[in-house]
């Protein structure tokens, strides 16, 4: 039962440096989405990925991109590493063609920028 | 846009007693559903339980179960025999509702409350 999977776990990078952080779900879902988690505030949605084809802006997406390969693989990427972009970043998936579907989530990656 | 408040930032409860996190929200839709989620310590994120707000009976899983206030807009989780694997950072979450076919459904979600369970 694989589910949603994230790679890398763990990733330090320096300020400047860029990194992809990769995501993929095999429960057909049509839905990815790109969230945050830092101290005291919860998780942050940073971009989704409504079906195959197309991404929208979430709450804080300055500093990212995504890229929707498939159905299945949903990647973030940071161009050019800032201090302020470590955190935990968690990727969900959901079957949105039914509207009591809840979101299934990675196990996150814990990213640190030096 | 939708606001989801914890103004509980911890609790602490002893084991096999009965425990309530709290959770408002503001919105202004009227159909919408709330999530619990569980995030212990190994960072995965839990669904714990779900309600949909057009239903009027507070859902409930096993030792868990809601109090959901619609007019109140609150939501708040209750914990019943706390065992020790119950702790964890739980997070209550809204989602607004669309019906239209390949709409994402985002999630807003609170701020978290840590709960400790003491033996």
């Known amino acids: 039962n694989a589910g949603v999977t994230q790679t890398p776990k763990f990733q330090v990078l320096k300020t400047g440096q860029s990194m992809t952080l990769q995501c993929a779900q095999d429960m057909n879902h049509n839905s990815m989405y790109w969230y945050r988690q830092d101290p005291g505030m919860g998780l942050r949605l940073i971009y989704y990925?409504?079906?195959?084809?197309?991404?929208d802006k979430g709450e804080v997406p300055n500093g990212y991109n995504v890229s929707r390969l498939n159905k299945r693989e949903f990647s973030l990427r940071l161009e050019s590493a800032a201090p302020s972009q470590t955190s935990v970043y968690f990727c969900?998936?959901?079957?949105?063609?039914?509207?009591?579907?809840?979101?299934?989530f990675g196990d996150g990656t814990r990213l640190s920028i030096l | 846009a939708q606001t989801v408040t914890q103004s509980q930032p911890e609790m602490s409860v002893q084991e096999a007693e009965t425990v309530t996190l709290s959770c408002t929200y503001d919105?202004?839709?009227?159909?919408?559903?709330l999530f619990w989620y569980k995030q212990p310590p190994s960072r995965q994120m839990i669904l714990v339980i779900r309600?949909?707000?057009?239903?009027?009976q507070n859902a409930t899983e096993n030792r868990f179960s809601v109090n959901f206030q619609k007019a109140a807009k609150s939501f708040s989780l209750k914990i019943s025999d706390s065992q020790l694997g119950d702790a964890a950072m739980y997070f209550c979450?809204?989602?607004?509702?669309?019906?239209?076919?390949?709409?994402?459904?985002?999630?807003?979600f609170g701020t978290g409350t840590r709960l400790q369970v003491t033996l």
């Open positions: 990925s409504a079906s195959e084809g197309t991404t």
């Open positions: 309600q949909e707000a057009y239903k009027q």
């Open positions: 919105t202004s839709e009227s159909d919408y559903y």
């Open positions: 979450a809204y989602r607004s509702e669309t019906r239209n076919t390949g709409t994402a459904s985002k999630l807003t």
């Open positions: 969900a998936s959901t079957r949105s063609d039914r509207w009591n579907q809840p979101q299934h």
